[in-house]
């Protein structure tokens, strides 16, 4: 049985619990697993376990620093923790590992409003929208006009 995947299915279908369960088990069999540990940090993420979820990120990010989606999801949880520096630092690796990545821009913009960077954050969104991701416009009205 693959256990990544059957924790893959779980988590579409939102039985995030049973998805750490496959998680575990997947890493318990390969220890060096890196996106077992992204997606047992995603499901955490979810049932709102943040802290448990970076520390995932982290073990991710040490067996596969190129990941970009690893910096992406640790800067999600670091910014509802209102680590917002550390959220612009992950936003930014992910960015450097893919210039194009147009979220990380929108979630880099966010993370430096709440830091009182206006005109930074409102740059981010407007290039975040220049590369496609309609949300960042959302964004523009509520904070840049």
Request: proline content about 2%; some cysteine; charged content about 30%.
């Amino acid at each position: 049985m693959d256990y990544h995947e059957a924790g893959i299915e779980k988590n579409y279908l939102k039985d995030y619990r049973g998805a750490m369960q496959d998680y575990n088990k997947a890493i318990e069999l390969d220890p060096m697993y890196q996106d077992a540990y992204t997606n047992r940090g995603n499901a955490k993420y979810k049932l709102e376990d943040y802290r448990g979820a970076i520390q995932d990120y982290n073990k991710a990010i040490e067996l596969d620093p190129r990941y970009k989606h690893s910096y992406f999801f640790r800067g999600f949880a670091k910014s509802i923790l209102k680590d917002y520096r550390g959220a612009v630092q992950d936003f930014n690796k992910a960015i450097e590992l893919d210039p194009k990545f147009a979220e990380a821009y929108t979630y880099r913009g966010l993370a430096k409003i709440n830091l009182n960077y206006k005109d930074g954050g409102c740059l981010d969104f407007s290039k975040s929208g220049e590369l496609g991701h309609e949300e960042a416009y959302d964004h523009i009205k509520e904070y840049c006009n």
